[in-house]
């Protein structure tokens, strides 16, 4: 009942789902294409090292994440001769790190690259990594015009930073209109001709990201980068899930750790949201705001207790909340309340509970992973 030994309440991760997932994501993909696995923000709040363990068993020796701590946490738990891959590019005072522990940045600018170079030259080793070229998204990346080709002319000369890659990233490729995704393809295609005209050799090409997994076939090229489809949540609610077959692998779970009766009238919780409309059973939960789960959630969200819906009761504190569980029946101290996952015949997924807070369904699972202590099932 009880499944963490310091807190009674936690992120149940089903490796057997993640498992799953990755089976279906290299189905879909074929043999003839790389993964890297997005494990940036604690592999979207599901814990990255394990993540990676699984990623790994299952062949997969690329991982990708967003800075430079989280590539270090994966060196330092055993992924040693694994390609890491950080994802957004690192200033010159962070440069030693890249070296240390061998990893792969993405760079879009000469000087970047040439420090990188140095560094590792004085280490005497050669650091691979990706040209970024921004074709739409407008984060990072050169612009794909001459001037930039010439830039990445001068790193393909550099001795000891090799490129590895060119990358690049969708803007859109989540939404049924494929327009925007398909100018992005062009012109990441045209760049990369345009290296092959002056000789600059691209060994591996990489634009897809989930969405592109599942819809955009032509966009795969040497190395595709899904992040949340490995988790089981789509992308997004325009892309067509017949697609792939997918399970979530995280589930939010606590104990009721006070359980009380409260008399009509009485108010639940900060600012006196919530009123008892009738003689009422109200739980508390060790579950609040900083553990992922929003606080504009209070006014229409539920758990699963028993096997029924029980409405959270008021505002959401940081560390707990409040639910009616007047009409849920057997209802004891420390009964075990789903907030995300499934019980019984009912479910709540990381989709509802976004769409009731107006956000994306991989921002609750990174809320999610915050705090909370992971559990891991099979
Ligand atoms: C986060 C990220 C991904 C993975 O995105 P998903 O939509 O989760 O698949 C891929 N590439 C880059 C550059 C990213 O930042």
Redesign the pocket.
Known sequence: MYKDALRAAWAEINITNLDFNIKQIKEKVGSGVKITG?V?ADAYGHGSVRVATVLRANGIESF?V?TLSEAVRLRKAGFLLEEIMV?SPIPEPYIDTIIEHRLSPVVCDYKNAEAISKAAAAAGIIIKGYIAVDTGMGRIGYSDDVTSVEDVKMIAGLSNFKINGLFS?FATADAADKTYATVQEQRYMSFYKQLLKEGIDIPLRTLG???AVMEINSAYYDMV?????LYGLY?SDEVDRSQLALRPAMSIKANIIHLKKVPAGNSISYGRKFTTQRDSLIATIPVGYADGLPRPYSAKGKVIVNGVYAPIAGTICMDMCMIDVTHVPYVRLGDEVTIMGKDGIYEITADDIARETGTIN?EVVCGFGQRLPKVYVY
Not at 225 to 229: A, H, L, S, T, Y
């Open positions: 997005v940036k990708a967003a994802l990233h990201n989930s969405a980068r899904p992040g949340v489809i992308p991989y």
